[in-house]
């Protein structure tokens, strides 16, 4: 996959830009509080940092999917290093406004460009290949996984030897090199982007056997229910990830054993990245959706289970066990999302994706606060991991309804479940 030409290339540039993300988060809420002395302030400001990059993450990937990566990534990645870089400044100055602090995070946060998502839509045009493909995806799971281990690693080294608004140079840097980097590239020469103007099909490629085809451009969500099904259970994968972060904590606080909650989820982490290689290698014979179903199914049930440990190290067990669906799970999210848009829509179909999984995480830690200390400990594993075995359930169910046969939005005929035609790996 990796001897695919330009692959490397792109693929390098991509992960140097996305390790500006695994970097920003700890170095903003260490420059923050150092400049207000807050820690109030700094989660205030790293929360509006992070809705405005999640929650507009779908718009800005419209834009990609609009104008092409050449003409909409370098703005955003300017802009968004600009205000990085601004805020190493207001951060320098002890005892800098709050307001202000927050005024310049929202609109860097709302220009985080979607590395992510064009990588994956990259991946798809040099590998047309779908067993290739599914390798290229959870490569790029892996890969991401490890960049949010290494970003807080070297975050921690460059306070050593420099003021904590550094990290936030240093992130505006990253990203804008891997941006232009990215772009620069050979395999990003045939996006342009969409085209206004309608694209009128041959008559050739009119009505196949009485069933009108798709049209070419069409808005993800809007109509399309196998993209709201993935775009769910991928929130409500996000949403029991979030929960157990938090829910090792309160277990090693009550079972008095601090290095618990940190081993427990370097566990969850290392075996997501062993999954998602061996998801990559195998060459899976069941659909994506099917896949999907039981991946998420697993992972919920692995982690209820974990709440019934006696001891802190079967919790790192259980953690290690259910890390090893976590990539595959996203992996097949994404696998699905792209096979469910039109080639206009790919960006912003993998990025409402990952939306759903960073919003359904934030929604779930804030909730899991409430159940802490009003239920038994079992009894709060049980509920974080409830919604994503439903959702899971509900997939199951809805892949195992006999196909409807509708038109792909290349005009060939497909099943409902929006699945190549042959199985990956088949």
């Known amino acids: 996959m990796l001897r695919t030409r330009y692959a490397c290339r792109t693929f390098g540039a991509a992960l140097l830009g996305r390790l500006s993300y695994g970097m920003v988060s700890l170095s903003l809420v260490l420059a923050i509080k150092e400049a207000t002395d807050s820690y109030a302030v700094a989660g205030t400001v790293m929360a509006l940092f992070g809705l405005a990059s999640v929650f507009l993450s779908p718009a800005r990937a419209g834009l990609v999917d609009r104008y092409g990566p050449r003409r909409a990534l370098p703005p955003m990645a300017a802009a968004y290093a600009l205000l990085l870089i601004g805020l190493t400044f207001a951060a320098s100055w002890p005892g800098n406004s709050g307001i202000l602090l927050g005024a310049l995070a929202v609109p860097a946060g709302a220009c985080t460009p979607p590395l992510g998502p064009v990588m994956r839509a990259l991946w798809s045009d040099l590998l047309p290949d779908r067993r290739l493909l599914q390798r290229a995806y959870s490569l790029d799971a892996v890969a991401e996984e490890l960049l949010f281990v290494t970003g807080p690693l070297l975050v921690g080294l ?29 395999a990003v020469r045939g996006k342009a982007g969409r085209k206004k103007a309608s694209v009128r099909l041959a008559p050739s490629e009119g009505l196949v056997s009485g069933v009108r085809p798709a049209p070419l451009y069409r808005r993800p969500l809007q109509g399309d229910p196998g993209l709201c099904q993935v775009i769910t259970v991928s929130a409500t994968v996000g949403m029991c990830l979030g929960a157990f972060d938090l829910l090792v904590i309160a277990f090693a606080d009550e079972r008095e054993s601090p290095g618990t909650a940190a081993w427990a989820l370097a566990a969850l982490s290392g075996g997501s990245a062993i999954g998602g290689l061996v998801h990559g290698a195998v060459p899976w014979r069941a659909s994506n959706r099917l896949r999907l179903a039981f991946l998420a199914a697993a992972l919920g049930l692995t982690l209820a289970v974990a709440g019934l440990s006696p001891s802190p190290y079967v919790l790192i067990a259980w953690a290690a066990l259910g890390g090893l669906f976590v990539a595959p799970a996203v992996t097949t999210a994404y696998l699905i999302a792209d096979e469910c848009a039109g080639p206009a829509t790919r960006i912003r179909a993998g990025a409402w994706v990952n939306t759903a999984f960073n919003a359904g995480s934030a929604g779930a830690t804030a909730a899991t606060g409430l159940f802490l200390g009003r239920f038994p400990m079992p009894v709060c594993f049980a509920l974080a991991a409830a919604p994503v075995v439903l959702s899971a359930a509900a997939a199951l169910h809805r892949s195992r309804r006999p196909a409807a046969v509708t038109a792909a939005p290349s005009g060939r005929e497909r099943t409902s479940d929006a699945e190549p035609q042959a199985p990956v790996g088949g």
């Open 158 to 186: 460059l306070v050593q030897v420099a003021a904590p608004s550094a990290g936030l140079a240093v992130s505006a840097a990253l990203v804008l090199t891997g941006s232009l980097a990215l772009v620069s590239s050979p």
